[in-house]
């Protein structure tokens, strides 16, 4: 079993505050890291995919870093809002086999 | 719109009975999943299909099995429920298909207790 850590492992910010946190993967075999935002009583869903060293993805106030070198990714929101309160869970691919290998999360709670 | 549905979102369950989650998607996905999801631990991977027939062992498949006769539909099965098998079970499927690194799609989660 992988190992793909995350952290913190909970946060709790005011609105407005930026944000960030950490997936820690291996950095032999990589494939492919995601990230997923899962709110409570949804379904989780993909936020990034991300493939190439170096790959900075953007989707509103949200964006990652990639760093399959040293094995980690950073996942940062700008000016948190209650609606982006959710656990963010990162997944790691390798290059071998179909399996995600997922971290703990990271369960995010923004303050009105 | 995508979608992966699970049958039931709530099950309550005594130890011993014999158990199916269900799980159908519309995307004529190749790949499916089983997780299941328990506090302090990521997902972790009970069985996955890549194609009708075809099943592979994750990490905890013991006192699990699945079946697939269908593309679109992946069970998981609990021959005899136990009290540890108490958890949230996520079903996922993901299409592969020519290298890609394959987005998972989720369903609802089926929460699962065994009295």
Not at chain 2, 87 to 98: N, R, T, V
Request: with cysteine.
């Amino acid at each position: 079993i992988l190992n793909v850590e995350q952290s913190p492992q909970s946060l709790h910010v005011q609105e407005g505050d930026s944000t960030n946190f950490t997936c820690s993967f291996p950095s032999s075999n990589f494939y492919a890291l995601h990230w997923y935002r899962w709110e409570t009583a949804k379904s989780p869903e993909a936020l990034f995919v991300m493939t190439l060293n170096g790959d900075e993805k953007k989707k509103g106030r949200i964006s990652a870093t990639l760093n399959t070198k040293e094995g980690y990714s950073y996942l940062y929101i700008k000016g948190s809002q209650p609606e982006d309160s959710a656990t963010y869970l990162c997944a790691f691919r390798r290059n071998t086999g179909n399996q995600f290998y997922f971290g703990t999360g990271t369960s995010l709670t923004v303050i009105p | 719109d995508v979608k992966v549905t699970q049958s039931s979102r709530y099950l309550v369950k005594r130890t011993g009975e014999k158990v199916f989650l269900e799980c159908v998607q519309d995307m004529d996905h190749e790949n499916m999943f089983w997780y299941r999801q328990d506090p302090g631990l990521g997902l972790r991977l009970i069985y996955f299909s890549y194609d009708v027939k075809m099943k592979e062992k994750g990490d905890i498949p013991e006192g699990y099995s699945v079946s697939r006769e269908k593309k679109e539909r992946f069970s998981l099965i609990l021959e005899s429920a136990s009290t540890n098998q108490t958890s949230m079970y996520l079903c996922a499927s993901s299409l592969f298909g020519a290298g890609g690194p394959g987005e998972l799609f989720f369903g609802e989660g089926s929460r699962l207790t065994v009295l």
